[in-house]
């Protein structure tokens, strides 16, 4: 750790050396405390730029909350982030988990492409059954975020008529019914 902290050379040979994991998990630690070391983030987001193509979907989405939560922005970074992102969601190994974790980074302002991606994603989890409830969870959450709530309720239709657990239905009922008490879309009955 004291290496994050010595000069910006030695900090940066040090950063260049880190994994995917490893780089996402320096800028959560750093964006969980509100540090906000800008020659530090640099370094990190150099190197992910770099290393972009070794991320798996979790540290996509951490890491693009982590800048977020920082409010420190570096456009090459965001955009492969972004270029990533969408790569991910239409590799046949995508995971339940890993589409909605870059939905839920999409809809929390992390910047990984905003409302395309969260829609992407509800077009790719079409038709899988394999999602669980934190996964029907976190994707109705991001699609409640979007200003039209149509793929939300599509969701909501998917997870009616599926084979999906009466916990996973619930799970996603309740942040799209949240979303819309917040909005003032839901009457009192």
């Known amino acids: 750790m004291r290496a994050l902290y ?3 050379i030695t900090r940066q040979i040090v950063i ?3 994994s995917s994991q490893e780089l996402c998990n320096t800028v959560w630690a750093f964006a969980t405390f509100g540090c906000p070391d800008a020659p530090l983030l640099q370094s990190i987001a150099s190197a992910a730029s ?3 193509l070794d991320f798996a979907p979790q540290g996509l989405a951490g890491t693009a909350w982590s800048f977020a939560a920082l409010a ?4 090459p970074l965001l955009a492969a982030l972004s270029a990533r992102a969408v790569d ?3 590799r046949p190994e995508r995971t339940p988990q890993g589409l909605a974790t870059i ?3 999409a809809a929390s302002g992390a ?4 409302p395309f991606t969260v829609a992407a994603v509800a077009r790719s989890a079409k038709g899988t059954s394999a999602f669980g409830a934190a996964e029907v969870g976190m994707l109705a959450w991001s699609l409640s975020r979007m200003p039209d709530l149509s793929l939300a309720w599509s969701l909501l239709d998917v997870a009616d008529t599926a084979p999906f657990a009466a916990a996973t239905r619930h799970a996603a009922f309740g942040a799209v019914l949240s979303e819309c008490e917040q909005r003032g879309a839901v009457s009192e009955q």
Request: charged letters at 20%; glycine letters at 14%; zero cysteines.
């Open 16 to 18: 260049m050396g880190f």
């Open 111 to 114: 910047a990984v492409g905003g």
């Open 88 to 90: 991910t969601l239409q």
């Open 50 to 52: 770099r290393r972009i």
């Open 6 to 8: 010595a000069t910006p």
């Open 72 to 75: 420190f922005e570096d456009r």
């Open 103 to 105: 939905a839920w980074a």
